[in-house]
């Protein structure tokens, strides 16, 4: 099934991506940012309706200077900037009762865009930062913020800088996929909700999802296994 999901990314195509049962115990649409298309943001707002984020490389991030949000945060709040809403917002430890830490960063709108929310705006954010991951993967520099703005409607997730020796959320599980498949290592993902439960949709709803739509479903404890030798 591994090899099942790392042809379909390949290929360019999505995936279904299950975390763990003692995590989130949820299941992502996964696929390639530099695949993604106005049709896919469609299937994901209308087929899983969670939050489109992008993941992003740890090693990109480096060097494109892509924080966690909530090291903006802190460093803000400790700033003595007058803004009582920050000074303690910041997530702390203990506050993620499946995680010790968010991989969530900064939400951006490439600079090209309009409102940047419609499925071409999104799209665009999306492709522009596969090209700035591949760049900075690759040795050449990138201006960040003369591509990028923010606040903006994409989310950016750093994965975990050793991945699932760190992490085993489905941002460091899909680069894992994206570094095996060969493919620019930042991958869009959207977690499938339930609108008759009001939960996440169950392991088995998802899996008859990909069924009916012809597309590959993968466990984390799968990705482990698979990759336990280089973890």
Not at 53 to 80: F, H, Q, W
Not at 142 to 159: I, Q
Request: hydrophobic fraction near 40%; charge should be neutral; include cysteine.
């Amino acid at each position: 099934m591994i090899q099942d999901a790392i042809k379909a990314l390949q290929d360019g195509q999505p995936i279904l991506l299950y975390d763990f049962d003692d995590r989130e115990a949820e299941t992502d649409i996964v696929i390639g940012a530099e695949f993604t298309t106005p049709k896919e943001v469609y299937r994901l707002r209308r087929d899983a309706g969670g939050l489109i984020c992008t993941a992003i490389d740890p090693v990109a991030c480096e060097k494109l200077g892509i924080p966690y949000m909530a090291d903006v945060l802190r460093y803000a709040g400790n700033s003595g900037n007058g803004f009582k809403a920050i000074e303690s917002i910041y997530e702390r430890a203990g506050d993620i009762p499946y995680d010790s830490k968010s991989s969530f960063s900064l939400w951006v709108n490439h600079r090209k865009t309009f409102t940047g929310i419609t499925d071409n705006d999104r799209s665009l954010t999306i492709t522009k930062l596969a090209e700035a991951t591949r760049k900075a993967m690759n040795g050449g520099h990138v201006n960040f913020g003369a591509e990028f703005r923010s606040p903006g409607h994409v989310p950016l997730l750093r994965a975990a800088p050793n991945l699932l020796k760190d992490r085993r959320g489905q941002t460091e599980l899909s680069i894992v996929l994206a570094r095996a498949a060969g493919i620019t290592p930042a991958m869009v993902m959207c977690e499938m909700l339930d609108g008759e439960t009001g939960k996440a949709l169950g392991k088995k709803d998802a899996i008859a999802y990909g069924k009916r739509n012809g597309l590959v479903y993968v466990e984390g404890k799968e990705v482990v296994d698979y990759f336990k030798s280089i973890l």
